[in-house]
């Protein structure tokens, strides 16, 4: 089933890498370095770092006086911002952005697939490398309402949570997660449902965000083996789609003719 509509509005892929014997040294200016060199579309925006603080292990107390800031990645958009790029010193993020049309599964794993190998080249690492990989799909459903009334829950959903009324009162808002380790072979998935604030100029319908998170389960080995597997993932989470919501949820992504 394809969708005119689909509720996508932002996906990643992300890489994890064994690098135990680095030939370079990881810091803010190699980051740049090689978004310069080997990410021609991408722009340097931002670095995120983080506090390593030792703490006393008698006492508990944290020693502030010795805090180390640490780099930990840099973050690079195209012009159009619909690629966001995250490089850090063992792990690589390829943000795919709804701006528009939404561009589908491949043409990001095939964007991904390729940052992976230019950063390889960067750090100088031969393969098998890569050791773990990710994919995160983040939707937004909109479902109509009258305007200061709810929804019912089971009406669009297949997987909510429920509250008995008659005990607790009427659900305002949730935020629920699910592990689901049978969903996709050879993978970890966390299905995230949660509702999202009413917006001020529009209180017909209520929001929902659902993000879907599939991590590799075994040590992966290489680049190939990582393509591999997120085509199998991708399938097991597209049909998985599907069946998360009532045909009344999916008729308003428009189906496409004949599907």
């Known amino acids: 089933m394809g969708f005119k509509k ?6 990643w892929i992300e890489f994890r890498f064994a ?8 810091d803010e200016s190699a980051a740049v370095d090689l978004v310069k ?14 506090a390593r603080i030792e703490v006393d292990a008698k006492t508990g107390k944290p020693n502030l006086t010795g805090v180390q800031e640490l780099f930990d990645r840099v973050r690079a958009f ?19 952005l709804n701006k528009g049309e939404w561009p589908g ?33 983040r939707d937004v459903v909109s479902l109509p309402r009258r305007p200061g009334s709810g929804i019912k829950l089971e009406e669009w959903f ?25 969903m996709c072979e050879g993978a ?9 604030p009413i917006d001020p100029g529009n209180d017909s319908e209520l929001r929902f965000a659902i993000d879907w998170h599939v991590s590799s389960a075994d040590r992966i080995e290489g680049v190939d083996r990582a393509r591999q597997w ?30």
């Open 6 to 11: 689909p509720p996508v509005v932002e996906a």
């Open 19 to 26: 690098l135990t014997q680095e030939k370079s040294l990881w």
């Open 37 to 50: 060199s080997h990410f021609e579309d991408f722009k340097p925006e931002s670095f995120s770092k983080y």
């Open 78 to 96: 195209t012009d159009g911002r619909d690629l966001c790029l995250q490089a850090g010193r063992d792990v690589l993020v390829l943000n795919q």
């Open 105 to 137: 599964y491949e043409p990001m794993r095939d964007a991904a697939m390729k940052a992976a190998k230019k950063y390889m080249e960067f750090r100088e690492s031969d393969e098998p490398v890569v050791v773990a990989v990710g994919l995160h799909y």
């Open 158 to 182: 297949r997987i909510y949570p429920e509250v008995p009324e008659g005990d607790f009162g009427a659900m305002s808002g949730f935020k629920f997660s699910v592990h689901l380790p049978t």
């Open 188 to 196: 970890n998935v966390v299905l995230t449902t949660q509702s999202l």
């Open 230 to 259: 997120l085509d199998s993932v991708h399938k097991g989470l597209r049909s998985s789609f599907d069946k998360a919501f009532t045909p009344e949820c999916l008729a308003l992504f428009e189906p496409s003719k004949g599907e």
